[in-house]
């Protein structure tokens, strides 16, 4: 009975159709598949690759980071017997400069996005599908197909490898000495004048199947989404040759790639082990939750990683976003909430907040941790006080007073010590109480984007969301510090601090908050940092000054998927990100759209309208577009960004973490009535 009304509870697989008539459409959908270790497949919904990070099989040699392009795509064919000669259907599509070839979306019939991402075809009078799916926790990828119907027919496989690291572009007049070597098993490619990866290629059944070696560089591969985003673009790619083998539908056709050693991949039993921990997700959020709930409490498995230690065992911890994120620790500490709690994961919430606890030094929380194993980058200003507000609401959720002794509050004593006294980068508490930090060449908040070496928006000095973060993380401390003294003297901090918050930032004639305090200045640029104030426990306003602020965010800066990074009304604002680097970077935080700030805004505004039922039914309003966007862009995910100006076009990742978990925790903070 269980067993059966969690097979109910999971969300049907999303379904494209796929008419080449559409196909400018169907090129920006995008698949995505991850196994737990930071590694990926993904590619648009036609098969095609529009982005150098789009591939079969880009694997985490260091997981969760280290991310290395293997398998780029392979031109796969179904050959069927005719009258007179052979009917060739190309099942492959591929774009190079100004022509698509081959055009296989001209036999698909429709793509699945599901445990496995699924082509369907019909190649004359055969119906065949096609499905890859990514092994769990190794560098493996398992591509099956399946004649349904129609006469038995040949199938040819010819891969296409990059065998390089997934920030760079592959070209044939590079040095590269890339060659294979065909042993009983497969196909091993490597690139011999280097000490990189090498990918293992294996075909089941092995009884009829044949390899024809044929190496050949192809050139130009058109990535019109790279493109579009002012990058190169296109890439040159090297195949060792084709197999061949007979395709029945009694006989399934299994092309395995894994890296560097070769590793079995059990299509069928995989699968079910990946829909049984999606049955445990969406079951999780409970019987009554609607679709976008549960799609959403399965997107949250995705970023959940391990992250390999020297000398010990693998640490639980988030990635950012796919396709180009790490494990960020602002990022991961606002996403855990959304992802790990309100899907029951707690065992898992605690070894992440443990895993960014063993990192702290000097009373900071890493930043990132640097992608080529240089070590933690501690730039960040707020991922320490969004690690203190995490671990605070894994208690609150858990009951697990032990985990926080044990565990965590060493690490908020340090970080609240450090914060008053002094840390990295100035960081420091005010005479006033107030939390001050930065200059002029640093960004330390999450509007980190910086242009030509400067930061695009200076935000040294007193921050508003940084102090509301900082009087939040003071009454966590007071109430949860075992020490009565230490206790104590948090809370005379947090009461300096909250007087001297409302002086600081209360602008009277906008009514709302300053954005950023610093000497005499006060910037008065509305952004969505001030919500923060609200929507965080302890808020330091009166309830009439609460109202104010969720007012004026709502009216500048509320959009279908989001919250403006800055007004419409200021001269500076920026409603579409550009085609270069520079546009984008300028407009990050400049009125772009985040989903994230959704969370947020959506707690401050039940919270002042006393969690009513109008106020929830609103609330679900504002939430429900994303029911649409999930099949758009990152098929079944959230994007990180969208443009400022309608029609809000996503940008950015296909698929973000804090964008999912907060939008998964305003749909619950919606249905719960108050938060839990």
């Known amino acids: 009975m269980c067993g059966r009304m969690s097979d109910e509870l999971l969300p049907e697989p999303l379904v494209v159709s796929c008419d080449p008539s559409a196909l400018e459409e169907l090129l920006a959908k995008e698949w995505l598949l991850t196994n737990r270790i930071g590694a990926y497949a993904s590619a648009t919904v036609v098969g095609a690759n529009t982005r150098q990070y789009h591939g079969l099989l880009v694997a985490a040699a260091r997981p969760p980071v280290g991310r290395f392009m293997a398998l780029s795509s392979v031109l796969d064919e179904l050959v069927l017997p005719a009258e007179r000669t052979e009917s060739n259907y190309d099942l492959a599509t ?3 400069d100004g022509a698509f070839q081959p055009f296989g979306v001209a036999n698909l019939l429709e793509f699945r996005d599901d445990v496995a991402a699924t082509f369907v075809y019909q190649c004359g009078p055969a119906r065949l599908v096609k499905e890859i799916i990514l092994a769990d926790v ?5 591509i099956r197909y399946r004649l349904l119907s129609g006469p038995a027919g040949m199938l040819r496989i010819r891969p296409f490898v990059a065998l390089r690291p997934q ?3 592959r070209r044939m007049q590079q040095d590269h000495h890339i060659t294979y070597l065909y042993y009983r098993d497969g196909i091993r490619v490597e690139q011999r004048n280097a000490s990189t990866h090498a990918l293992h290629l294996t075909l089941v059944p092995a009884a009829r199947r044949r390899f024809c070696p044929d190496p050949q560089w192809w050139y130009r591969f058109c990535y019109r989404a790279d493109r579009a985003r002012g990058l190169t673009g296109s890439e040159d790619l090297y195949s060792p040759g084709r197999f061949e083998v007979p395709l029945s539908p009694d006989s399934p056709v299994q092309l395995t790639a894994s890296l560097d050693d070769p590793i079995e991949v059990n299509f069928d039993a995989l699968a079910e082990r990946k829909r049984q921990r999606r049955r445990a997700l969406v079951s999780a959020v409970g019987a009554g939750a609607d679709e976008l709930t549960r799609r959403l ?6 970023f959940v990683v391990q992250r390999k230690r020297p000398n010990a065992h693998p640490a639980a911890t988030i990635l950012a976003g796919y396709h180009w994120f790490g494990d960020w620790g602002r990022d991961a500490m606002i996403a855990l909430p959304g992802l790990l709690l309100e899907t029951g994961r707690y065992e898992t919430a605690l070894a992440v907040l443990r895993g960014f606890a063993e990192a702290v030094d000097a009373g900071m929380v890493p930043n990132f941790f640097d992608e080529y194993g240089s070590g933690p980058s501690f730039n960040s200003i707020d991922a320490s006080l969004w690690f203190i507000i995490a671990a605070d609401r894994y208690v609150s959720a858990t009951g697990d007073e032990a985990g926080w002794r044990n ?5 908020v004593g340090s970080i609240l010590r450090h914060y008053h006294d002094g840390a990295r980068f100035g960081i420091h508490a005010d005479a006033d109480g107030l939390l001050a930090g930065g200059d002029e060449a640093t960004q330390l908040t999450w509007m980190d984007a910086c242009a030509a070496g400067r930061p695009v928006t200076p935000r040294h000095g007193k921050c508003v969301e940084i102090n509301a973060l900082w009087h939040a993380a003071l009454r966590i401390a007071q109430r949860r510090d075992t020490e009565p003294a230490t206790a104590l003297d948090w809370g ?4 300096l601090v909250a007087g001297a918050f409302e002086r600081n930032f209360w602008n009277e004639q906008a009514q709302c908050l300053y954005d950023v305090v610093r000497g005499d200045f006060r910037e008065s640029a509305i952004r969505p940092n001030q919500i923060l104030a609200v929507a965080l426990p302890d808020c330091p306003l009166p309830a009439d000054k609460q109202r104010s602020v969720v007012a004026v965010v709502q009216r500048e800066l509320l959009t279908p998927f989001g919250l403006r990074t800055l007004s419409p009304g200021d001269q500076r604002y920026r409603g579409h990100g550009g085609h270069s ?10 009125g772009t759209v985040w989903p994230w700030l959704l969370g947020p805004f959506v707690e401050a505004y039940l919270k002042v309208n006393d969690f009513s039922d109008e106020a929830r039914a609103q609330a679900g309003q504002w939430l429900a577009p994303f029911e649409g966007h999930l099949r758009e862009a990152g098929l079944g995910y959230i994007s990180e960004t969208f443009d400022g100006d309608p029609p809000h076009s996503p940008t950015g990742c296909i698929a973000q973490a804090w964008s999912v978990g907060e939008i998964l925790r305003a749909k619950r903070l919606v249905s719960a009535g108050r938060p839990g």
């Open 167 to 169: 920030h760079e572009l």
């Open 407 to 411: 565990h965590l509050m060493g690490a």
């Open 94 to 96: 591929f774009e190079f």
């Open 138 to 142: 190794a560098n493996a990828v398992g």
């Open 581 to 590: 680097t520079e546009s984008r970077d300028l407009a990050y935080h400049q």
């Open 297 to 302: 409490a399965a997107a949250t498995d995705a």
């Open 492 to 495: 005379h901090l947090a009461d």
